[in-house]
């Protein structure tokens, strides 16, 4: 709790270095194995960890006990004596019973009695027959533990992130009714806003009150939420003293678990811990029995981890903390109390009853409307049970405490179901916290900024739009740049889309930094990030010299060409210089904040630099698809201009890391999204082919110089996107390569005729392209059409029957188009006529090669051998022209590489290698017939070449497809067949023979035999019916004879169990005939199923191969072809002729024309995902959840206008209650006054106000009065730089002529030591008569600027009013102790020297000093010391030779006050009266004030001096703001 905040050692120690979060990439590769394999959920140490834990726990960790026993007065519920820390003599060590050194004492002394020694209770807690173990950790800490050891324990040992946010929740400890809805409001609040926001919730941590209502809050939501590794923290901080059932906790060794019992039934004053929180700290003081003793320690813990820094994706954030109050007693307001005093806000829950509801609904009057009299009135309503308990002394400190809350309205919130804006307490407890940032003293931009870190760290979009992007402030692009980053990393998609939607730039922010920051904080679970680990870690193995290696974008573009494939070139090109690279920076985070660097300041230095190259959107599409971000490449998608590039890259990146990743979730999600961007891809490259199918074409040969200078057709078709590669316009792209020059509408059989016929080409058999485009725009002008070039090209029959054949001639004579020359090219060099040129004489091929084989192979090789070595060693130079063949630039060997990966090439190449051994052996005289025999089987392979050829067939190729798939399902199915088949071969054969030492004859019998069987071939002998001697060999000496089964040697009968080898026979038959058949059969039909769904796009995916193949071969076939190898051979090697027969399938834009048509694709894209849009708008499933929604806030705003107008009752009555009591005090007064002028007698007179309304009017008739301007700060409970405590002083008591008949204020002198002169300490009589009031008391001015002051009992009397402490407190003199504040300003200046303005006023800047001690600055000056003009603090900061010219500086200022101050130092009896100075400098170039610059000391270690600008948010003390205030308002500046 915060209620002993005031308590805090100063000296607190801290915990200044966070737990280092290791941005070294190199540092991680060992760590992201394990790190992607466990994701830790819940946490459950393990045996190692078990070890650490207690070890560390042993030397931390440690507990309080008592070390001398001393009998109490007080006896236990049972009178059983104890000690005088509440425990029994029993539960003592013996040395406590002992006596003792200072037992003579007779006393006993906490402090001296009780000693810390190591813990005893920690570990897991397991609570018995309620919750499973899940690991709940717990600890028994002593309370003088520091609050660094603790945090390093929940964070470090046990594992808890950081939290963004803590949430304190404090209340009534007993059980207490609430409101169903109130309570289901409070409890769905409460887990949604410590889920979404990664939150810390403490509380008291007991199975009751407010505690059991956060613990059953997080159980609902753990039982109701889908994901079950989702995970509240929850800590309950308990004191020790009071945990019933504590000793089964107890373990010197630790407890993983201990069972603990709730037992509500017999704890008595005790109290049970809560099964629902996950994490227990039980504070140990040494004493039994004694609630509160883990106040100081919470309050401590919250505050120490409140001023603690988070540091996540680039942002630094300070942990806020907010106080949410449910119900309560006097301990909850002194809760609240300590929390506003620490500037911590707290949100009340109004309803809740008690204190809450005090607080709730005093929160919105005047302060001067809250009297004692109006605190009574609601104690006696709302603590109708203990109300005896209050005394007037207490009711008048919770006046003066609740008066104090309300000053500071801005850090309190009253959550109110019935609120509009405030559905739920989540809501309320953001709003709470940004409210209490804006009370910060921090300049406009940096509070803005700080509310925005806080919503983007909470993830809480909603409160970001309605709270911070408000009209309020205008926020400008460069401003979000740095939580942009941390959006990103946080992997936060709601607020990329709310800061794009806000001006961001993604081409302004991906600087080179900012790409390079993304990538050091990528997540390390990630397969990318262990990819790229071992790219540095080779790097830095490969250069030994490095000792460090720093990530740098070329690493990237290595695991990125991994990814995309070796056809792309590097997208971050690697720097020339490697000494100093400019593309690189430092691995290890920047330190926000701690270091006093900002992520703003780091894109601030960077704006005016290039980007980290030309396509910064890219650069973050692929960050975010590397990291299977969803949501956030889907954002970054919209906004990329290459879109469909970028999807198929994507597509490709997925589907390449989906194979490598080990966990099967993450490997289905890439998969599946890899799918949705290829459906981008289609659904963009459809709809532009639908508008313009030349543009769409040229976007699919287009070379992208984003993405590695390559295609979007080369990316679908190496990513493996078969629907992409199969749509439509693909499809025709690809036919329309495939005829080259020729009209795609021209028949198979007019292209045969004219290869065997070539005559034919000069007849119109055929139609070529351009020809083809100069008819259709005959027709079309025919027709009057007005569009040039139609959106629907016509079929050449079409146009050919809309035209006679006569004009059809004279077209074709007019424009002569061609050439005779050129159609005879034209048609050759298409690549449907060089396929079938191909296949005719591949045919040839394997006719001759067959003839040659059966029937003209001699020992001498004969003319059409000698064709046929010709023929093949055509195909060796085609083979070799494919390998060397790198339009790409690839090199020779990744092109060597990708030759090789391809099946039909290794057919290609095994079959030419078999040949060429086949012929080696054939020359051989010894080896002729087993080089015939290799011949034969090579002539084998050149047939199943054929198969390829024939994919290209719309009717064979997807069988052949489906052939390959089942080729698949064999393989498996003759894994299991063997098996059966080997068994009952040896089996059988070990049966049946014996000793067969014949190899070939054992294969036959243990194989070959069983496997005819399946077949139907059922050997004879292997039931002995058909068993014939003459068939077999007795002794295997026959080599064509098998040896004979077991037989008798007389008659040659045979004697093995025929039974046996016949059952084994059926058995055999039964399993494979009957079983693996059939199952074989199930699987080529399962396949045949399933290919034939898909079977269409794999031969489309497949076809683009074979024509690319042919669209690059050489015209003329094999073996002529050899003529052609010989002209490419002169024309690359010697000429150096370029190639551009690719064009076609690669096309390199001019800046213009590119330009334009990725505009025109954009244009389509926004088409598309508006389309898109409406279909999901439309679709069932989508009408379905909004109708839900919609049912659900009909039943929310019922629900709400049910409770409104209860409310609303509610405030009707009060109201006229208000006016009936105002009416009797009326007609009260009426009677009075008719009474006292002597109309009718008293007796007579009619009873109008009752007894309760008279005590009411009573109670406030002193309200009526208004009450004067009174001091504030001097009225504050705590004392500063003490632990002295006010007596408590209502607002409407401190006048001293208001009567308060139990002011009894404590009397306090602080000793200074540092003061030569200072008055007495005591408030003797006899020392305080010396003093003169009023006067001059020797060089000590006693004279009051506001009048003559009251001196009573040798005191003076504050003219203010009370205070609340009697005495001369920290101040020097009894009365008035004069100060003197100069407040120097000068005008605020733009760059160009011209006055700086706000809301059309000037601005100014003051000079302020700050001291290291303190958080606030102040304005130079002091109190005056006896006889001195100048205080000593304003002589420390001006050089001496200056100060005599300052004094006359001074004399001739404005006085702008002079008066009393309120400061907290302040007490009945002694106050401060300050004189402030205005010494303004008008220009700039002042020489007074350039000779006071240069005469300010700035040596001081401790002092901090600045020229700071003047806002009302400027870190000011709250008194000198006032004074400041009354300067400005002198000049009519901006304030």
Not at 1369 to 1380: E, K, R
Request: neutral net charge; contains cysteine.
């Amino acid at each position: 709790m915060l209620s002993a905040e005031s308590s805090i050692s100063q000296d607190e120690s801290s915990l200044r270095a966070q737990p280092k979060r290791i941005s070294h990439l190199v540092s991680n590769l060992r760590q992201t194995n394990k790190m992607r394999r466990k994701k830790r959920t819940n946490y459950s140490p393990s045996g190692e960890q078990k070890e650490n834990i207690c070890s560390w726990i042993a030397e931390n960790i440690k507990k309080k006990e008592c070390i001398y026993y001393v009998e109490s007065a007080n006896m236990t519920d049972t009178r059983q004596t104890v000690c005088m820390c509440g425990y029994s003599k029993e539960q003592h060590l013996d040395a406590a019973t002992r006596p003792q050194p200072f037992q003579s004492k007779g006393t006993w002394d906490v402090n001296e009695h009780i000693k810390e020694v190591p813990t005893d209770a920690f570990g897991d807690i397991n609570f018995i027959g309620l919750s499973p173990r899940i690991g709940k950790q717990f600890v028994r800490v002593s309370s003088d533990t520091p609050s660094n050891v603790i945090y390093q324990l929940m964070t470090e040992q046990w594992g808890l992130e950081v939290p963004n946010l803590l949430i304190s929740v404090t209340g009534g400890a007993k059980n207490f009714r609430m409101k169903m809805r109130l309570r289901n409001i409070f409890r769905r609040g409460l887990v949604k806003a410590a889920q979404t926001t990664g939150a810390w919730i403490i509380t008291g941590g007991s199975h009751a009150g407010v505690m059991k209502q956060v613990g059953e809050a997080v159980r609902d939501f753990c039982m109701g939420s889908t994901n079950k590794n989702t995970k509240i923290v929850t800590i309950g901080i308990v004191t020790w003293g009071i945990v019933h059932n504590r000793n089964s906790l107890i373990s010197t060794s630790g407890s993983f678990p201990a069972h603990y019992h709730i037992d509500e039934e017999n704890q008595g004053s005790l109290s049970c811990l809560d099964n629902n929180h996950s994490h227990f700290i039980l504070v140990d003081n040494g004493t039994n029995g004694k609630y509160g003793v883990e106040i100081l320690l919470r309050a401590k813990l919250e505050k120490f981890i409140s001023e603690q820094t988070k540091e996540k994706g680039g942002v630094a954030i300070k942990i806020p903390i907010v106080c949410v109050v449910l119900e309560g007693g006097p301990g909850t307001l002194d809760t609240i109390y300590n929390a506003i005093s620490n500037n911590t806000p707290c949100v009340i829950v109004e309803g809740s009853g008690r204190v809450a509801d005090v607080i709730a609904q005093v929160a919105q009057l005047p302060i001067s409307k809250i009297t004692i009299s109006l605190v009574q009135e609601k104690l006696r309503t709302l603590f109708h049970d203990t109300y005896y308990t209050f005394t007037e002394h207490k009711i008048v400190e919770w006046t003066k405490k609740i008066q104090d809350i309300m000053r500071h309205s801005q850090l309190l919130t009253i959550f109110q179901e019935d609120k509009d804006d405030q559905h739920d307490i989540d809501v309320a407890i953001l709003q709470a916290l940004l409210k209490a940032s804006l009370s910060h003293d921090q300049q406009g931009h940096e509070n803005w900024d700080h509310q925005l870190k806080l919503a983007v760290a909470w993830n809480r979009v909603d409160i970001a739009r309605s709270e911070i992007f408000t009209d309020d402030h205008q926020w400008k692009p460069s401003d979000l740049h740095s939580v942009m980053t941390a959006a990103l990393i946080g992997n936060k998609p709601a607020f990329v889309k709310l800061f794009l939607e806000h001006g961001v730039r993604l081409e302004e922010y991906a600087t080179q930094e900012t790409v390079i920051n993304l990538y050091n904080n990528t997540d390390p679970s990630c397969l990318f990030h262990s990819k790229l680990a071992k790219v540095i870690e080779d790097e830095r193995f490969r250069l030994e010299f490095l000792k460090s290696s720093k990530l740098r974008l070329h690493h990237v573009s290595q695991v990125l060409r991994e990814l995309l494939g070796d056809f792309t070139k590097h997208l971050y090109p690697k720097p020339k210089s490697t000494e100093r690279p400019r593309l690189s920076i430092a691995v290890p985070h920047i330190k926000i904040n701690v270091q006093r660097v900002t992520l703003r300041s780091l894109h601030k230095k960077s704006q005016g630099k290039s980007s980290c190259s030309m396509y910064p959107v890219r650069d973050l599409l692929i960050w975010a698809i590397v990291q299977n971000r969803k949501e956030l490449a889907e954002i970054i998608w919209v906004q990329c201009y290459d879109c469909i590039a970028a999807a198929l890259a994507c597509s490709k990146i997925l589907k390449e890391l989906s194979k490598e990743e080990e966990d099967t979730d993450t490997s289905e999600a890439m998969m599946t999204l890899a799918d949705d961007y290829e459906q981008k891809a289609i659904g963009i490259f459809t709809e532009s082919y639908r508008k313009d199918e030349e543009r769409a074409l040229k976007l699919l040969i287009r070379v992208s110089e984003a993405w590695g200078q390559t295609t979007c057709l080369k990316i679908a078709l190496e990513a493996k996107d078969m629907k992409f590669v199969s749509q439509g316009g693909v499809q025709a792209f690809l036919t329309r390569v495939w005829f080259g020059e020729l009209s795609v509408d021209n028949k198979l059989w007019r292209v045969i005729a004219c290869m065997l016929c070539f005559p034919l080409l000069y007849t119109r058999l055929l139609t070529f392209r351009n020809e083809e485009e100069v008819i259709q725009i005959q027709v079309m002008k025919n027709e009057n059409n007005t569009e040039v070039f139609p959106s629907d090209p016509l079929p050449v029959e079409t146009m050919k029957n809309k035209m006679s054949s006569r004009s059809h001639t004279n077209i074709l004579k007019k424009t002569n188009c061609m050439t005779p020359t050129e159609r005879f090219q034209a048609f050759f060099l298409a690549p449907v006529v060089i396929f079938h040129l191909n296949i005719l004489a591949y045919f040839g091929f394997l006719l001759l090669f067959a003839y040659v084989l059966m029937i003209d192979f001699q020992p001498t090789p004969s003319w059409r051998e000698h064709v046929i070595y010709f023929w093949l060693f055509s195909l060796v130079c085609e083979e070799i022209r494919q390998v060397l063949y790198d339009p790409d630039g690839f090199g020779l060997l990744k092109q060597a590489s990708l030759y090789i990966n391809d099946f039909w090439n290794k057919l290609d190449l095994c079959a030419i290698l078999i040949f060429i051994g086949g012929l080696t052996c054939r020359l051989i005289p010894v080896t002729f017939y087993p080089g015939r025999i290799i011949l034969s089987l090579d002539f084998v392979i050149f047939c199943l070449r054929l198969m390829h050829i024939f994919t290209i067939s719309k009717t064979l190729g997807p069988k052949i497809i489906i052939v390959k798939r089942m080729m698949k399902d064999i393989f498996f199915f003759l894994f299991l067949l063997a098996v059966w088949v080997v068994s009952f071969g040896v089996a059988k054969q070990a049966i049946l023979i014996h000793n067969e030492i014949r190899t070939d004859w054992i294969f036959r019998g243990v194989v070959y035999h069983s496997y005819m069987t399946l077949f139907g071939q059922i050997p004879s002998y292997i039931d002995g019916v058909n068993f014939n001697i003459d068939q077999c060999t007795v002794n295997g000496t026959d080599p064509n004879k098998q040896k004979c089964p077991e037989s008798n040697k007389e008659n040659h009968q045979p004697i093995f169990p025929q039974w046996l080898t016949v059952l084994l026979l059926c058995l055999y038959l039964l399993f494979t005939n009957i079983l693996l058949l059939n199952l074989l059969i199930a699987m080529f039909n399962y396949t045949f199923q399933q290919v034939q769904e898909h079977t269409d796009q794999i031969w489309k995916f497949q076809r683009h191969d074979l024509i690319e193949e042919y669209h690059g071969r050489p015209p003329a076939p094999p073996p002529f072809i050899l003529f052609s190898h010989l002209h490419l051979f002169i024309k690359r090697v010697i000429l150096h002729e370029p190639a551009g027969r690719q064009k076609q399938l690669k096309e390199k834009l001019e800046k213009n024309e590119e330009v334009a048509l990725l505009s025109w694709e954009t244009f389509l894209k926004e088409n598309y995902l508006l389309h898109l849009q409406k279909q999901m708008k439309q679709s069932t499933e989508h009408k379905i959840r909004d109708t839900s929604d919609k049912i659900n806030t009909v039943v929310d705003m019922l629900e709400l206008d049910q409770v409104k107008r209860t409310c609303s009752m509610e405030n009707r009555l009060a109201f006229l209650e208000e006016q009936a009591l105002s009416s009797a005090k009326v007609l009260n007064w009426i009677v009075n006054t008719l009474l006292d002028n002597g109309f009718g007698s008293k007796e007579s007179a009619p009873v109008i106000v009752s007894s309760k309304l008279n005590g009411d009017t009573d109670l406030k008739d002193k309200d009526e009065t208004s009450i004067s301007t009174c001091h504030v700060n001097a009225r504050n409970i705590h004392y500063p730089d003490s632990n002295v405590v006010r007596f408590p002083v209502p607002d409407e008591k401190v006048p001293w002529e208001v009567k308060f008949s139990i002011y009894n204020p404590s009397f306090y002198t602080a000793i200074k030591k540092d003061k030569q002169f200072q008055d007495p300490y005591t408030d003797s009589l006899e020392t305080l008569q010396k003093i003169n009031y009023n006067t001059y008391d020797g060089t000590i001015n006693r004279q009051s600027y506001c009048a003559t002051y009251v001196v009573q009992d040798g005191l003076p009397l504050n003219p203010v009013g009370r205070t609340g402490l009697r005495g001369r407190g920290s101040l020097c003199w009894f009365g008035p102790n004069h100060a003197i504040y100069p407040i120097i300003t000068q005008w605020k200046r733009n760059k160009d020297g011209s006055i700086s303005r706000k809301k059309s006023k000037k601005m100014l800047e003051i000079l302020a000093i700050k001291h290291i001690s303190s958080e606030n600055w102040a304005l130079p000056g002091g109190s005056l010391e006896p006889g001195e003009t100048l205080p000593r603090k304003l002589k420390r900061i001006l050089k001496y030779k200056f100060l005599e010219k300052f004094q006359q500086l001074l004399n001739e200022s404005i006085e702008v006050y002079k008066g009393y101050v309120d400061d907290p130092r302040n007490t009945d009896n002694a106050w401060i009266e300050t004189t402030a100075l205005s010494l303004h400098f008008e220009k700039q170039d002042d020489p007074l004030l350039l000779e006071l610059n240069q005469n300010i000391q700035t040596h001081e270690k401790d002092i901090s001096i600045r020229w700071q600008v003047v806002d009302q948010k400027i870190p000011l003390y709250a008194n000198h703001k006032d004074i400041l205030q009354k300067a400005v308002d002198c000049y009519n500046a901006y304030y």
